[in-house]
């Protein structure tokens, strides 16, 4: 009887730990005595029938490093009906009886129209953004948030040697959760998220209160999902007369080697979603719950909604005075 053979895929926006959640999948997978192919470029690798197959040592030396060996991308063309018979075709053809699909909501659409084609996904959550409702946890989180706070951290200095205010937007897309961390980490004064509405005299009256008791230089967080840093240094400045920068931190939150936290989860999620296919399971999304892994129905993850922490943005204000 020949071997199962499953796939994986990265697709959407890439987060590091992606390459560690790939050598779990492709290790796993082979040492359950399956066979593995890697696809390229997201669904659009299914569609053109552009993978290979992955052996051992293929995935070695990958494990810390950030980014995609398998590349991804944004396919269009997938959400066609006839982009996804041309991937169900090339699957049935490479005899694909499952794919591993890493990314993030859209990706597990993604993954749910394939499972209802007849090739069974599984999801893992892989975004720096932390805002995957069904998951406390989503690979690439820790490692961004990391970088975050370092960069904040070199513009502190100069901030502090001007006695300047630094307006920083980090990345998040929708979600403040990567806003709010990297807030308490680097001891922003203010840290502005898409989940609570904000008021900018809200901002200026704690950075004149904080001024009072002799703080001379700010950080001020804005989530992505706010922007427009330009415009809120700009009103700090006119209001306060504190030389106020906007920087935006962008996509090198998306790079670099893989945190620890990172690493593990990675593999320890492709490590499950391995476990499901060899059982024939798919339509479901891997999932952190209360630090262990589980798994969810992908129409019931997709429908969750995402909570914010509002204790931790209340302790946040609390310690920023
Ligand atoms: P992310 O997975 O990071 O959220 P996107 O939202 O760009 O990124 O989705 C990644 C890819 O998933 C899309 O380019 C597309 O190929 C596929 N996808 C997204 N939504 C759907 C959908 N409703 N049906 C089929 N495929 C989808």
Same mark, same amino acid.
């Given at each position: *009887?020949s071997k ?6 990265t697709?959407g926006?890439? %987060?590091p730990g *992606?390459n %560690?959640? @790939? ?6 997978a082979?040492s359950?005595g +399956?066979e593995v *192919?890697g696809?390229?470029r997201?669904?659009n690798g299914l569609?053109?029938n552009? +993978?290979k197959?992955m052996q051992?040592?293929?995935v070695s !030396?990958? =494990?810390h490093?950030?980014g995609?060996?398998?590349?991804? %991308?944004?396919?269009? $063309?997938f959400k066609?009906? #006839?982009?996804l018979?041309?991937a169900?075709?090339n ?5 694909i ?10 990706s597990?659409r993604?993954?749910? /129209?394939l499972s209802?084609a ?8 892989g975004? @720096?953004d932390? !805002?995957?409702s069904?998951s406390?946890?989503t690979?690439?989180?820790d490692? /961004? +948030?990391n ?5 904040v951290? $070199?513009?502190r200095?100069t %901030?502090?040697s001007?006695d ?5 937007e980090?990345?998040?897309?929708? /979600?403040?959760?990567?806003a709010? $961390?990297?807030g308490i980490?680097?001891? /922003?004064?203010y840290i502005i998220v898409?989940?609570?509405? &904000?008021s900018l005299? #809200?901002?200026i009256?704690? *950075? #004149?209160?904080?001024?009072?008791s002799?703080k001379?230089?700010?950080? =001020?967080?804005v989530?992505e ?6 415009e809120?240094?700009r ?5 306060t ?5 906007a920087?935006v931190?962008?996509?090198?939150q998306?790079?670099?080697?893989p945190t620890?936290r990172d690493r593990?989860?990675a ?14 399971i798919?339509n479901r ?6 630090g ?9 993850a997709?429908?969750m909604? $995402?909570? &914010?922490?509002? #204790?931790?943005y ?6 920023s005075?």
């Amino acid at each position: *009887m020949s071997k199962k053979k499953i796939a994986v895929l990265t697709s959407g926006g890439d %987060a590091p730990g *992606m390459n %560690a959640a @790939i050598r779990s999948v492709v290790r796993t997978a082979i040492s359950h005595g +399956m066979e593995v *192919m890697g696809v390229y470029r997201g669904y659009n690798g299914l569609i053109s029938n552009d +993978m290979k197959p992955m052996q051992l040592r293929d995935v070695s !030396d990958i =494990i810390h490093r950030g980014g995609t060996i398998l590349y991804t %991308a944004r396919s269009l $063309k997938f959400k066609e009906p #006839e982009g996804l018979a041309a991937a169900v075709e090339n699957c049935k053809k490479n005899d694909i009886s499952g794919v591993v699909v890493i990314g993030g909501d859209g990706s597990f659409r993604g993954a749910r /129209a394939l499972s209802n084609a007849g090739i069974p996904c599984i999801g893992l959550p892989g975004t @720096i953004d932390n !805002d995957i409702s069904c998951s406390e946890y989503t690979i690439g989180f820790d490692t /961004a +948030m990391n970088t975050a706070m370092s960069m904040v951290d $070199k513009l502190r200095d100069t %901030a502090q040697s001007h006695d300047r205010c630094s307006v920083v937007e980090v990345m998040g897309r929708a /979600a403040g959760d990567l806003a709010l $961390k990297t807030g308490i980490a680097v001891g /922003a004064t203010y840290i502005i998220v898409p989940e609570r509405q &904000f008021s900018l005299d #809200e901002v200026i009256e704690r *950075m #004149e209160r904080t001024r009072q008791s002799g703080k001379k230089h700010f950080i =001020i967080v804005v989530a992505e999902g706010i922007g427009g840093v330009d415009e809120i240094a700009r009103k700090i400045e006119e209001a306060t007369g504190i030389e106020s920068r906007a920087t935006v931190l962008g996509h090198v939150q998306r790079g670099g080697s893989p945190t620890v936290r990172d690493r593990v989860t990675a593999s320890r999620m492709g490590y499950h979603a391995v476990q499901l296919l060899e059982q024939g399971i798919g339509n479901r999304v891997v999932a952190v719950e209360h630090g262990k892994i589980v798994d969810y129905d992908i129409s019931e993850a997709l429908n969750m909604k $995402k909570t &914010f922490d509002e #204790e931790l943005y209340q302790v946040a204000l609390d310690i920023s005075i």
